[in-house]
């Protein structure tokens, strides 16, 4: 049997080309153990959409992909942080449940195109908004207060906390709600107590909206303080 035998710099030769193709083998291995950061970056818009489609208007939405390299994940799963806006620019988390955990945060932007409520000419505070005081206009709604008014309609009735200017978007920050009693007018009193409910009627002392405590004057000259409703009521509780 003929046995054939190499010099010993083709031996190292061969040893040193053979490490270099594990080291390669191995480098392809930890490649794929690699988290792929499209899927990561798909997993943050489909949650965003989900969150965003009862939102009044046309939305786009861009989210950036993770910059750092992730261990490969089985098991993606999407969350918005405390505090982050549903609109504008905001952030969207990606957690992994399987087979490591992790958590990466990726910078995102929701913007709704839409429509939102103006005044037409400046109010001044404690003015009643009719549909003559109101305009609609179109914008970016993520560029602008989460408490802007979409539907002009909803504010009928509603009162300016203080002056506004012309132009300016109308939020529910610088609104009140309609008048739920009228003072000097006639109101249905219901005193509630443990194991009883008496309805009366007395005079408002003051304007209330829905839920405000206003007092009111019985019909015997004593003054309770009690807790607004629709229709010119007070609940007191006893």
Request: some cysteine.
């Amino acid at each position: 049997m003929a046995i054939e035998f190499f010099p010993i710099a083709t031996r190292r030769a061969g040893c040193a080309l053979a490490a270099l193709a594990c080291l390669g083998l191995a480098g392809v291995a930890h490649a794929g153990d690699r988290q792929d950061p499209a899927a990561v970056q798909a997993q943050a818009e489909r949650f965003l959409k989900i969150q965003s489609a009862g939102l009044p208007g046309r939305v786009t939405i861009e989210v950036q992909p993770p910059r750092a390299a992730l261990p490969a994940c089985s098991a993606l799963d999407a969350f918005q942080p405390a505090g982050s806006r549903g609109a504008g620019k905001t952030t969207v988390g990606v957690r992994c449940l399987a087979p490591g955990r992790w958590t990466v945060y990726l910078a995102a932007q929701v913007r709704v195109i839409g429509a939102y409520v103006v005044t037409r000419e400046p109010l001044p505070a404690n003015h009643v908004l009719t549909a003559a005081d109101l305009a609609s206009r179109e914008g970016d709604l993520g560029n602008l207060p989460a408490d802007v008014v979409t539907c002009a309609a909803d504010l009928l009735g509603y009162r300016t906390a203080s002056g506004v200017a012309a132009g300016a978007p109308l939020r529910t920050a610088l609104l009140r709600p309609p008048l739920a009693v009228q003072q000097g007018q006639t109101a249905r009193l219901v005193l509630n107590g443990p194991g009883f409910s008496v309805q009366s009627e007395g005079q408002a002392l003051a304007n209330a909206s829905r839920g405000d405590r206003v007092r009111v004057k019985t019909a015997s000259g004593e003054v309770v303080s009690g807790v607004a409703e629709d229709g010119q009521q007070v609940v007191v509780s006893f």
